[in-house]
């Protein structure tokens, strides 16, 4: 588990935090926006209590919790539960922090590969993980029961080569460096980061699952 991390993006400083029970709320808010069958606040505590074998962070910016990101640990291999970033804050990086974190903490932790279960059809999502080297490995029929949707599983191996090591370097130093995309391309209900702050704005793994009966991140 890394306590903080930080990441500076053309549109600002993201900071990963350990997740802890007082940021469920925010959690949950993105929760129930991004997925079709969100995770239940207690499905939530309870990965929290497994503290040994799951690492849960948050991505905030100043201090609003933009997304989120889980991670079992299993020894050799380490497993993407979640990832998901609040919709007004899509396409700005968010999600490529979480998962260099996510890639970091499990090399820390001893594993050299990392998988994860994508919708078929989230070519978004598919298009991030391409980026840190996973690869397609084999589809899970009906994997998410809400909508018989088969899922994708994806591998990235031997992230604790210096090949890999040079992957990651690449990304992270390509984050500086982006821009927001065109407003065409973002996700639903995107807002204009600055507008955000102008006044007169308020402003299972393997049980309990997103899919299958196996907690994956939810495509
Ligand atoms: C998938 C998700 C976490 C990505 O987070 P994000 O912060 O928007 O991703 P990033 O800005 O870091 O994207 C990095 C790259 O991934 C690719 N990508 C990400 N989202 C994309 C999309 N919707 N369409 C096409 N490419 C996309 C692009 O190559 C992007 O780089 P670019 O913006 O310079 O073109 C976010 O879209 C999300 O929360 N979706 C809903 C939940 C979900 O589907 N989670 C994944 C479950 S498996």
């Given amino acids: 588990m890394v306590k903080k ?6 549109s600002g400083r993201v900071t990963l935090l350990a997740m802890r029970r007082r940021h469920l709320r925010a959690v949950m808010r993105i929760e129930d926006v991004v997925y079709p069958k969100p995770w239940t606040l ?11 074998m799951r690492a849960y962070h948050v991505a905030c910016s ?13 020894g050799e291999e ?3 539960t ?16 979480l998962l260099a974190n996510m890639v970091k903490v499990a090399k820390s932790r001893g594993s050299s590969n990392l998988t994860l279960e994508v919708r078929v059809a989230n070519k978004g999502a598919q298009a991030l993980y391409f ?6 490995a084999g589809i899970r029929k009906n994997y998410y029961s809400e909508t018989g949707e088969d899922a994708l599983i994806m591998w990235a191996c031997g992230i604790d080569t210096p090949e890999y090591a040079e992957r990651l370097a690449g990304i992270e130093a390509r ?6 995309p065109p407003a065409s391309s973002r996700g639903p209900g995107y807002v204009d980061p600055g507008a955000l702050d102008r ?5 299972n793994p393997w049980g309990a699952a997103r899919g299958g009966g196996v907690i994956g991140a939810g495509g």
Avoid: N
């Fill in 199 to 203: 006044p007169g704005r308020s402003g």
């Fill in 62 to 74: 100043a201090s609003r919790i933009v997304g989120y990101s889980g991670l079992m640990l299993a």
């Fill in 131 to 136: 980026e840190f080297g996973f690869q397609p």
């Fill in 5 to 10: 991390a930080e990441f500076e993006l053309a």
């Fill in 78 to 80: 380490a497993h993407v």
């Fill in 175 to 180: 984050l500086a460096l982006s821009r927001p």
């Fill in 42 to 52: 207690s499905l939530f505590l309870s990965e929290l209590a497994q503290r040994d």
């Fill in 82 to 97: 979640t990832i998901a970033v609040d919709p007004q804050w899509q396409r700005r990086k968010v999600g490529t922090c």
